[in-house]
């Protein structure tokens, strides 16, 4: 089963309750291209952009940005009071620019066996010679945080659909301290990732349950 919970009031708790159709495969957002995986990421995570209920993509934790005239340069302008939690809703941080960087970092190391590593390469600056081992270092590719709430994209060619790409799981942000300290664990469970979305997976057990909880703290919970 499948269930989300709203924790402002024990009193008056809205419930739904699914049986989902499949497993997910892993809680690594940067790894997997599972759709059952990524439909629990969405409910977890945030990303610089969304799309609305009319299927309009408007800002979250990009609150504007701006595109080069060329059409290569995507300076993303981030909100400052983004958060992570752990799932038991307890603050980690800030989410910075940074962590934007450090996801895409993680994604183009060949040694971690992405599946969303062309999906990466195919689109940013220098990505796939990064990734080939060609160059090798980082500060090549074309994602830098210029500061701790602004991340600028630059692109091999204009690419009209980019900010559609912007909401896909493996360009969220990834807090690069915590996933260092997870090493291969980080993904496992719910323990070893960190929750910036509207909800907390409280209880995640395989082939039994998956329980979410709205998090109370949630940057954009008045929606």
């Not at 699914?18 to 977890?44: G, M």
């Not at 994604?107 to 590593?117: E, F, Q, R, T, V």
Request: include cysteine; charged fraction near 25%; aromatic fraction near 14%.
């Amino acid at each position: 089963q499948a269930a989300a919970k709203e924790i402002k009031d024990p009193d008056d708790m809205p419930e739904y309750t699914t049986v989902y159709t499949a497993e997910i495969d892993t809680l690594n957002y940067l790894k997997t291209t599972n759709s059952d995986s990524i439909a629990l990421f969405y409910s977890i995570l945030d990303g610089l952009v969304e799309f609305d209920r009319f299927g309009e993509m408007i800002p979250c934790i990009a609150k504007d940005w701006t595109v080069s005239e060329d059409g290569l340069t995507y300076t993303m302008n981030l909100r400052d009071d983004i958060k992570w939690y752990d799932w038991k809703g307890e603050e980690v941080g800030l989410v910075k620019a940074q962590d934007f960087v450090d996801g895409i970092a993680w994604i183009l190391n060949k040694d971690n066996a992405s599946a969303n590593s062309k999906t990466v390469y195919d689109i940013i600056k220098n990505a796939k010679a990064y990734y080939e081992g060609e160059i090798t270092d980082f500060a090549e590719v074309g994602v830098r945080a210029v500061d701790d709430v602004t991340v600028e994209y630059t692109l091999e060619q204009p690419t009209p659909y980019f900010l559609k790409q912007l909401s896909f799981p493996c360009f969220f942000p990834v807090n690069g301290e915590f996933m260092a300290e997870q090493g291969e664990m980080f993904g496992i469970d719910k323990d070893n990732v960190l929750h910036g979305g509207a909800y907390l997976l409280k209880s995640f057990e395989p082939q039994s349950e998956r329980v979410m909880e709205m998090n109370p703290d949630y940057w954009n919970s008045d929606l």
